[in-house]
């Protein structure tokens, strides 16, 4: 028997705890996975809620108002409805635009399965430092 190399019985029974710890590490990953899961389907469909009910909304309250609006504009400055309309229109063109791109904002900044990410930088991090030992 070579001095170096471990008796066979050292070895076999270093295997079982080898797979226990990686069925374990396998484990713990999975329900982190499935924790950060939940939470990122929570904050998405709040995000979707909260937008699809507010744009209902401003579209509900614009399709009523908009024709009213046209026609106390034009009225009052003596414009051909067709023009206020159009301007109304340029407006709303402009400031849909700007929400846009702050909607675009915001959503670069939501970040889904944080800590899965982190977890796995650091085993990255761990296992490299290790190989060079």
């Known amino acids: 028997m070579n001095p170096g190399t471990p008796p066979a019985s050292e ?3 270093s295997a079982p705890g080898l ?3 990686i069925a374990l590490y396998i484990e713990a990953r999975g329900r982190l996975l499935h924790i950060e899961g939940q939470e990122a389907g929570a904050r998405l469909s709040n995000l979707v809620g909260m937008f699809m009910l ?3 909304a401003l579209i509900m309250s614009w399709i009523l108002a908009a024709p009213a609006l ?3 504009i034009a009225e009052y400055n003596g414009w051909p409805w067709t023009r206020v309309a159009l301007i109304g ?3 709303h063109l402009f400031l849909g635009l700007l929400l846009l791109a702050g909607l675009k904002n915001r959503l670069r900044g939501v ?3 944080e800590e899965t990410f982190n977890q796995f930088r650091r085993d990255r991090e761990w296992l490299a430092s290790n190989k060079h030992h």
């Open 11 to 13: 070895e076999h029974a």
């Open 19 to 21: 797979l226990r710890a």
């Open 54 to 56: 507010a744009l209902t």
């Open 70 to 72: 046209v026609w106390l």
């Open 89 to 91: 229109a340029a407006v």
């Open 111 to 113: 970040q889904f399965f």
